[in-house]
């Protein structure tokens, strides 16, 4: 995928997810500046799913966001609008989403950033145990 995004440009591409699953686990993201975190959640289902997101900071400490994701639609997350920006540790996290309703979903974490002058994003498939 080709983008610009705010005035970043640049391409990502993913690998795509086999199957759905009630939990997927993201290693790394940030809400310092200049990077711009989101988590995009899919719910190709007939019924509409309550997705817990658990954000592990860096400083220890857990958040939590709740929210519901309507049947056969997509959820994009703005973490920054969650976490806040700053650079320390409480901006560092790893995450986890859960159906808690039992619905599969699908996620996928894109980050934009605009590094010293050289813009550009990535996203990965999370991890579904």
């Known amino acids: 995928m080709y983008f610009?995004?705010?005035g970043w440009t640049g391409g990502s591409c993913t690998l795509r997810s086999i199957v759905p699953a009630t939990a997927w686990y993201f290693a790394e993201?940030?809400?310092?500046?200049?990077?711009?975190?989101?988590?995009?959640?899919?719910?190709?289902?007939?019924?509409?799913?309550?997705?817990?997101?658990?954000y592990?900071?860096?400083?220890?400490?857990?958040?939590f966001q709740s929210f519901p994701v309507p049947r056969s639609s997509r959820v994009t997350v703005p973490v920054k609008g969650f976490l806040?920006?700053?650079?320390?540790?409480?901006h560092d996290f790893s995450a986890l989403v859960e159906a808690i309703s039992g619905v599969s979903i699908i996620c996928e974490r894109p980050m934009g950033f605009d590094y010293s002058g050289w813009t550009g994003g990535h996203c990965v498939m999370g991890f579904a145990p």
């Open 29 to 54: 993201g940030n809400c310092r500046i200049p990077f711009d975190p989101n988590i995009c959640i899919q719910n190709p289902e007939d019924t509409d799913a309550a997705v817990t997101i658990t």
């Open 56 to 63: 592990m900071q860096g400083n220890t400490q857990n958040s």
């Open 4 to 6: 610009d995004y705010g």
């Open 84 to 90: 806040g920006v700053g650079n320390d540790e409480a």
